[in-house]
């Protein structure tokens, strides 16, 4: 998802990564409800203040930063 996310421009966008291990301090507060769907890695695309589905397929998540 990095490298995808990484190979365009995304103004006023952010993508933060979160480990499956508890992590008590060090990550940003908005990962704190935000879990990986089906135990698979997952990425939540959000933008302007809203966060699109999360998506664990690489080419929803290209339609996701498409779109936006």
């Known amino acids: 998802f990095l490298m995808r996310y990484r190979s365009n421009y995304h103004p ?39 966060c699109q589905a999360p998506v664990t397929d690489i080419e929803d998540f290209t339609k996701q930063l498409i779109s936006s």
Do not use: W
């Open 12 to 50: 006023n966008s952010i993508i933060a990564a979160k480990s499956t291990q508890r992590v008590d301090k060090g990550h940003p507060k908005m990962l704190d409800n935000l879990s990986p769907l089906d135990e698979k890695p997952t990425a939540y695309y959000c933008k302007a203040f809203t």
